[in-house]
């Protein structure tokens, strides 16, 4: 009991440290992604200067990400005489926290079994210890472990759009009140054809558990090409791909907090924190949409050819591999896919202009749903010839 | 009834269905990063920036109006006789002169002692180069290197406008000390 509450404790640790981490190295990635494509060096004007000395780590503009989170800290926490006190204070939460809830039923590595971790000749204390408490026990790395982990997903991610309307609503400001109202919208709008393209998975898959979908991931189509989604489902990734930029209100979507119309949508009146909240929760977005799309289409902490037992090459080739090598090896797939994915979103939201607020919504519903509608029935129908035989 | 104008935009069935274009698009910003990353990778210059103030730029022109140069004689004293024309003259009143009298030079017993430009105000009109008539004053290409948080410490001072950038003035020749008293006092 105390030994599975342990590497819960352990596994949630790491699920916020790669969130927050993953997301503030975005906020860097994406000043110097666009200054890089726009032949600009970007921002690098930020130190810290070794004390006594007059050393100044700059660390390519990474130090830009601290001097933006303190300044967000420090800033004065400044709130409108005419605002719903309550609902004011709870939307940063309401936008941020289930962000934060999604990435727990999405697995960022493969099986972990603690008794097999160390090798027993070079560490004989340590894995002796590990192996009386674990026996052989093994743990799939996620941190919550659910049957149905798809729903949960869209179940929560729903929530994000409350914080949004509350938001918008509370604070008493027009802009703030039109910036609500188009992300109400256009999140219901998007949030339609997003479960209609996960659901055309589930039919592929065959199931709803996240980590059996990465485990179907694993397998082979003639033997040479890896079974990933984005294989087997072209489409339906371009679409959710567009779907979740859509959810993410981010550019081309991002009519709620576009500055030229609205100064900043619905979190115009938020200072500080709040509005920090609001950034953060964008950025963590970002990571877990990077890893919806990793888990689901990419083949989650899947190499291609790894098993757990080293990598099996399609030629008969095998090179074995220890428990913990092909334990870290997940864990890195895992973070550098999510990583690349997040930067093609970034080189997406400086690459293509902003729409405006109806085409946005009959992108939405007279292309996008249609499509989703077309991959589905498709998929189906596939799904019922194969099963037939 | 909607005017139709001359250049009204017309799609084909090709961009009309977005993702294509999309993808171009993507594709062109994408080269531009991978080109400038590897330049940045190969240790060279990925960005058309220049770090101010750490790099100056090297494409100004040679007629570019930047930082003073006080020029000297061929023995090396200041060619200024401290008429006060450039002073007067300056729109933006950044010309500060204090006069000495070095009287043991009989040719130039007016010389300035303190000849300074506060460069927080000069709006680079090179007015004073124009009214000068002794050529004392001229503006070279590059721009005066005075960032920072104090004004006060962006004044140029005498020595600096005559040695940043050492300007003799071989096209005006003065008379030697003998010859030129036999001219004067016959």
Known sequence: MIQDLVIYIVFMGYAIAFMVGIATIFTWVERKQSAIMADRIGANRCYLRIPFTNVKIVAWGLIHGIADGSKMLLKENFTPHTYDRFCYNLAPWLTCAPVLIVFSVIPFGGSLIPGKLLDPISFPRVSQFLVDHYGTKSYIMQVAHLDAGILVVLAISGIGILGTMLAGWSSNNKFSLMGGARAASQMISYEVSMGLTLISLVVTYGTLDLNDMVIWQSGMIFNILPAWGIILQPLAFILFLTAAIAENKRVPFDLPECESELVSGYFTEYTAMKMGLFMLGEFIEIVVVSSLLVTIFLGGYNLPYLTDLGFVLPFGKTIALSHLTVVILQICTFLVKVFLTGCFQIQIRWSVPRFRYDQLMRFGWKFLLPLAALNLVATACMRWFSLKG | ?186
């Open chain 2, 1 to 186: 009834m909607k005017k139709d104008y001359w250049n009204k935009p017309s799609m084909d069935l090709w961009e009309r269905l977005y993702i294509f274009e999309i993808i171009r698009g993507l594709c062109i910003t994408g080269a531009v990063f991978f080109g400038n990353m590897w330049k940045w990778i190969t240790f060279r210059k990925g960005a058309l920036t220049a770090y101010y103030p750490e790099e100056l730029r090297a494409d100004y022109s040679s007629a570019n109006r930047g930082r003073h140069i006080l020029t000297q004689r061929e023995n090396g004293q200041i060619q200024c006789v401290s008429c006060n024309m450039c002073a007067t003259v300056c729109p933006a009143y950044c010309i500060e002169i204090q006069s000495a009298a070095p009287l043991d030079d009989p040719f130039h017993p007016k010389a300035p002692d303190r000849f300074e430009i506060d460069y927080s105000r000069c709006i680079f009109c090179g007015f004073c180069v124009e009214a000068c008539p002794e050529d004392a004053i001229r503006m070279s290409k590059d721009t005066p290197d005075f960032p920072g948080f104090d004004r006060d410490k962006m004044w140029a001072t005498q020595d600096l406008l005559m040695n940043w950038q050492p300007n003799r003035d071989p096209a005006k020749r003065y008379p030697g000390a003998g010859q030129a008293l036999q001219e004067v006092h016959p």
